[in-house]
């Protein structure tokens, strides 16, 4: 099993930075979808598409991600824009930016338990039949879900969960926003919820489960 190394740079501070603005400023604000938006192009480090996004949008929402990434992590934004200076609305992106189809980032999320056949009793893994539902996320994805079942959103670095706690999380937000059961992020828990319970049943060796 491989645990995808957590970025302790500027660039994950940067991600927060604007992920948090969003949601302060919440869904009904008409640049929502652009701060969130451009939290995820940046932690995959998809410079060209953030660029054309930045570039695309409204010039109050433009120059505040822009400065949010000159502030917090520097070097992407010398990658972005090389050394201009002066407004940032009137900056136009560097011509040779790519998007990082290289970098190994996402996550699913999988059952584990012990090896019981690894002498020092340390080693994960997972049952060979197991076959998962749930879709493949950005690691800024898997995050922002463990944040918002009151989980550790630090996945990277942290062993897996257990199976127990995470249902009692999931079942916990459930119980709280039945009024907003309609909602996008309520399906996501629920089928989350579903999801480990199934492990539960199918897979009766399974501990703890993580997005991996």
Do not use: C
Not at 96 to 106: I, R
Not at 113 to 134: A, E, L
Request: hydrophobic fraction near 30%.
């Amino acid at each position: 099993m491989r645990f995808h190394e957590f970025k302790a740079d500027g660039s994950t501070l940067a991600v927060r930075t604007i992920n948090r603005y969003a949601d302060e400023i919440g869904k009904d604000s008409m640049d929502y979808d652009m701060f969130k938006k451009s939290a995820e192009l940046l932690d995959k480090e998809m410079l060209k598409s953030l660029a054309q996004h930045i570039e695309n949008s409204d010039t109050a929402p433009r120059e505040y991600v822009m400065k949010v990434i000159a502030k917090r992590d520097p070097d992407t934004f010398k990658k972005m824009y090389g050394d201009q200076d002066g407004y940032f609305s009137l900056m136009k992106p560097m011509k040779n930016l790519t998007d990082d189809e290289t970098v190994e980032e996402g996550a699913q999320f999988t059952g584990y338990y012990k090896d019981p056949k690894d002498p020092s009793g340390n080693r994960w893994t997972y049952p060979d039949s197991m076959d998962t539902k749930t879709p493949y996320r950005s690691n800024f994805a898997a995050r922002e879900f463990l944040s918002r079942i009151g989980m550790d959103p630090d996945f990277e670095e942290n062993p897996p969960i257990p199976l127990k706690d995470f249902i009692d999380a999931t079942q916990k937000y459930m119980m709280n926003n039945v009024a907003d059961k309609d909602s996008d992020q309520y399906d996501e828990v629920e089928m989350y919820h579903q999801e480990a319970r199934r492990f539960m049943t199918q897979h009766k060796e399974i501990t703890h489960v993580q997005f991996a």
